[in-house]
């Protein structure tokens, strides 16, 4: 059962999934959680470093969807001044919005991965899809409210998972 909680991958940050890497590897498409993923749950706006590897994305032939369960107002307010479609209130880890992100991209589930910084929500539902999972260290040391119970149980799943040999995480 723990399995389902095991990412594919897990990486620091967004930066250090290439772009051209991914392409050689297949991928055409990125679902991608927002908060704590691409940026700290409270800023507004993509940082320019961010906005660079989401160009560098699109010149590989990536397209990407943002999948979050946060409000539209959120959700949009990032999403819209990067040209980047999204779908809000996603009910992750639920797997109704991988699959219409998937189908929106009009893409097959080889051809996709699932970036997040949580487990229950992000790993979880990609997992649950049949998607490749990448796993990444959040961006802030902060949560809102409902984030804070999900951490609590992601660090008991990522103890588990450490002592087994079936993790190595280093936290920030």
């Known amino acids: 059962m723990l399995k389902k909680f095991l990412p594919n991958e897990h990486v620091k940050s967004v930066f ?3 772009p051209s ?29 961010l906005v660079e590897w989401f160009n560098d994305l699109k010149k590989n032939g990536i397209t990407v969807t943002i999948v979050s369960n946060n409000h539209e107002p959120r959700v949009k307010e990032f999403a819209d001044p990067l040209g980047i479609p999204y779908i809000y209130q996603a009910r ?26 949580q ?9 649950r899809c049949g998607l490749h999972t ?16 999900n951490r ?13 040999g079936m993790l190595y995480w280093e936290d920030k």
């Open 119 to 127: 487990l229950l929500t992000d790993v979880l539902g990609g997992n």
């Open 152 to 164: 609590f149980v992601e660090r008991r799943i990522l103890s588990w998972m450490k002592r087994r």
């Open 16 to 18: 250090e999934i290439s």
């Open 21 to 49: 890497k991914l392409k050689e590897l297949g991928i055409k498409g990125v679902i991608t959680d927002l908060d704590n993923t691409l940026v700290e749950w409270d800023r507004p706006s993509a940082t320019p470093k």
């Open 92 to 117: 992750k880890p639920l797997i109704r919005a991988f699959e219409r992100a998937i189908r929106e991209m009009n893409l097959h589930k080889d051809e996709v991965v699932v970036i997040g910084d």
């Open 134 to 149: 990448i796993l990444v260290v959040p961006v802030a040391q902060t949560d809102g409210f409902f984030t804070k119970f």
